[in-house]
C-alpha cells in the first residue's frame, strides 16, 4: 500500500530564512509525488510535481523540492520565506506499479507560519 | 481554481436528511473526484470517475453516492446525513494520465447537526 508521511504538524520560520517542509514515501514501484499548498477557506492549489529525471524539481512561487530515492523523501524549499507563503502545505503520491491505488494519497499537512 | 465551482459554499442540515453537493467544470478533463477533509486527517477520497461512464469507489465511499451527469458536472449525495460526515468537502479535477495534477474547487463546508 503506499503512504506518505508530513513528520511536521507545524513550521515555523522568520521571513526571509530559509523553509523546509518534510516529506517521506512508501511506494511499491516508482512514485509520482506532488505538493500542494492550501490557503484559509481555499481549496488545494498545485505546486509542483516529480514524475521522473532531473531529482530538483521547480515549481510555483519559488518552491521547489528534491526527489531522494535513496531516503524516500520529497522535501519542500524554499529559499526566502515571505509571510504571504503562510498556508497548509500537503504532500501526495501515487505508486505507479499497480500494486497500490492508482489514486492520490495525501499527507495529513504541515502548517507553515511564516513569522515577520 | 476558479474553473472548478462547487454549490453550496456552506450548508447546515439535521441528521437523516439527503444531501446532494455538486460541483461543475469548465477545464474539459475528463478524470474528477470527491474528497473530504477533517481537521489533522488530510484528504480522503470518497468517489472518483474516469469519464461520464465510469465511476469508483474510493477509500471511504459508504454513507455516499455521486452521479456524473456530463463530463462537466459530478455530483456527490448524502442519503441520509449523520453527524461524523460534518467535514469539508473538495471537488477535483484531472486530465487523463496518472501523472496529472489535480485542480481543486473552493470547497463545501456541510454541517450536519
Known amino acids: 500500500a503506499q503512504s506518505v508521511a508530513q513528520p511536521e504538524d507545524q513550521v515555523n520560520v522568520a521571513e526571509g530564512n530559509p523553509l523546509t517542509v518534510k516529506c517521506t514515501y512508501s511506494?511499491?514501484?516508482?512514485?509520482?509525488l506532488f505538493w500542494y499548498v492550501q490557503y484559509p477557506n481555499r481549496g488545494l492549489q498545485f505546486l509542483l510535481k516529480?514524475?521522473?529525471?532531473?531529482?530538483l524539481v521547480k515549481g510555483s512561487y519559488g518552491f521547489e523540492a528534491e526527489f531522494n530515492k535513496s531516503q524516500t523523501s520529497f522535501h519542500l524549499k524554499k529559499p526566502s520565506a515571505l509571510v504571504s507563503d503562510s498556508a497548509l502545505y500537503f504532500c501526495?503520491?501515487?505508486?505507479?506499479?499497480?500494486?497500490?491505488?492508482?489514486?492520490?494519497?495525501f499527507g495529513k499537512g504541515t502548517k507553515l507560519s511564516v513569522i515577520p | 481554481d476558479a474553473d472548478v465551482t462547487q454549490t453550496p459554499r456552506n450548508r447546515i442540515t439535521k441528521t437523516g436528511k439527503r444531501i446532494m453537493l455538486e460541483c461543475s467544470q469548465t477545464?474539459?478533463?475528463?478524470?474528477m473526484y470527491w474528497y473530504r477533509q477533517d481537521p489533522g486527517l488530510g484528504l480522503q477520497l470518497i468517489y472518483y470517475s474516469f469519464d461520464v461512464k465510469d465511476i469508483n469507489k474510493g477509500e471511504i465511499s459508504d454513507g455516499y453516492s455521486v452521479s456524473r451527469q456530463a463530463q462537466a458536472k459530478f455530483s456527490l449525495s448524502l442519503e441520509s446525513a449523520i453527524p461524523n460526515q460534518t467535514a469539508l468537502y473538495f471537488c477535483a479535477t484531472s486530465e487523463a494520465g496518472d501523472y496529472n495534477e489535480q485542480f481543486f474547487g473552493p470547497g463545501t463546508r456541510l454541517t450536519v447537526l
Open positions: 511506494v511499491s514501484g516508482n512514485p509520482y
Open positions: 501526495a503520491v501515487r505508486d505507479t506499479s499497480g500494486a497500490g491505488s492508482y489514486q492520490l494519497t
Open positions: 477545464k474539459g478533463h475528463d478524470r
Open positions: 516529480y514524475i521522473t529525471g532531473d531529482n
